[in-house]
């Protein structure tokens, strides 16, 4: 990744240094929330909706939304390839393409992931999205799924995470990246955007063929426009928030909880927003990038929903619905920690890394929330019979 990125290019011409860490550290904070903010704007515009994606399909057999997010997903996974063909970016400095398989976790993880965002009503960036226009019932799964993401990264329930779906008894070990390249045998460039545009290429195949689709506005606008946000996210942490540590005099990615490339995804940073709420005052805190996703999805959900008169305040219609969702909550936030990621951490960010588990992820989302609607169906006609 040699060479000057367009970002440090701006910066210098507005007279700031680029390599100054807190510069850097600050620059990605803030682009991340102009980022997400673009995210939340059109989410709410359009109406973007992963669980609802699964829904239509599994209550009406309707796949324009499902398409909408398979269109993010192309578009990702080509810009991805594109520039880690370019060697702009490493995808092998995410969390998401290791040496190790953790295929337990994953199914499990994303099963109790699809099931959560069932019962809440909506994954987590649906859950930012609806805060910002107003439902409170978004704010009660803010609170909890963030503090389970919380204790299932670091805290009781964590240590079943390690110990049992990430034991090295159910963990499979290869050599070099987990990644289909990989595992196909192609890991050069060449064979890595060969692969990436083979896919995107199918994926924008299947969702183009529908002349219906083709007509809907808000859901090719929502596609694209996320799709182009995770790979603009890999490329602000990945290319230009890599810089050389001044105390460690080594390459580090600045601005970014793992400490490596990132973009979207709203689980874990859920967590990390809520534990510097509670610890703003220790300067080892800090505002990175997930955090100000997080805080950046929210306010273009609301300003969308001032300028677009969709604001209003939403509660909970009785104490069942209440407590639906926080059970919700909580398995959202506990599978998605164990999953390493959500509906777009996994399901786009992940999966335009091409690795092995984000497939593995995804598959089981969608599996535990058309499952969860399918009892969920079955017990309404019961009740109603």
Same mark, same amino acid.
């Given at each position: 990744m040699e060479g000057i990125d367009l970002i440090s290019q701006v910066l210098a011409a507005l007279g700031w240094d680029a390599n100054d860490p807190l510069v850097k550290t600050r620059t990605v904070a803030w682009l991340a929330f102009a980022l997400a903010f673009i995210f939340g704007y059109v989410g709410n515009k359009t109406q973007f909706c992963t669980m609802g =994606?699964?829904?239509d399909i599994v209550n009406m057999s309707h796949w324009d939304r499902m398409r909408a997010w398979l269109l993010a997903i192309a578009v990702a996974i080509i810009g991805t390839s594109l520039m880690a063909y370019t060697g702009t970016i490493d995808v092998a400095k995410t969390i998401y393409t290791g040496s190790s398989i953790y295929w337990l976790a994953a199914l499990v993880g994303g099963l109790t992931f699809g099931i959560g965002m069932t019962l809440a009503g909506g994954? $987590?960036?649906?859950?930012?999205?609806r805060l910002g226009g107003g439902n409170l019932k978004s704010l009660i799964v803010f609170i909890f799924l963030g503090?389970? =993401? #919380?204790?299932? #990264?670091? $805290?009781i329930f964590g240590a079943f995470r390690v110990s049992v779906l990430q034991a090295d008894a159910v963990t499979l070990h290869v050599d070099g990246l987990q990644t289909l390249p990989a595992l196909f045998g192609l890991v050069t460039p060449v064979g890595t955007l060969a692969i990436g545009l083979a896919i995107g290429a199918a994926l924008l195949? @299947?969702?183009? #063929?529908?002349?219906?689709f083709r007509s809907s506005g808000d859901n090719i606008l929502a596609g694209i426009v996320i799709g182009l946000i995770v790979a603009a996210g890999w490329y602000l942490t990945g290319r230009f928030g890599f810089g050389e540590d001044p105390d460690t005099l080594e390459m580090v990615y600045f601005g970014t909880n793992s400490? #490596? =490339?990132e973009s979207m995804t709203f689980v874990a940073p859920l967590a990390y927003t809520l534990n510097l709420g509670s610890l703003w005052t220790d300067s080892s805190t800090i505002v990175t990038f997930g955090v100000a996703s997080v805080l950046g999805v929210i =306010? $273009?959900?609301l300003v969308y929903g001032v300028v677009g008169r969709t604001f209003r305040l939403e509660s909970f219609n009785s104490s069942g619905d209440m407590f639906r969702h926080i059970i919700g909550a909580i398995l959202m936030? @506990?599978?998605g920690v164990t999953a390493l990621g959500c509906t777009i951490g996994q399901g786009v960010t992940g999966i335009s890394t091409l690795a092995v588990s984000s497939f593995i992820v995804l598959a089981a989302i969608i599996a535990g929330a058309a499952l969860t609607m399918k009892v969920q169906y079955f017990l309404m006609m019961r009740a109603e019979g």
């Open positions: =994606a699964v829904s994954c $987590g960036q649906r859950t930012l999205v503090y389970a =993401a #919380l204790v299932t #990264l670091t $805290g195949l @299947f969702v183009f #063929l529908n002349k219906e400490h #490596l =490339a =306010a $273009g959900s936030g @506990f599978g």
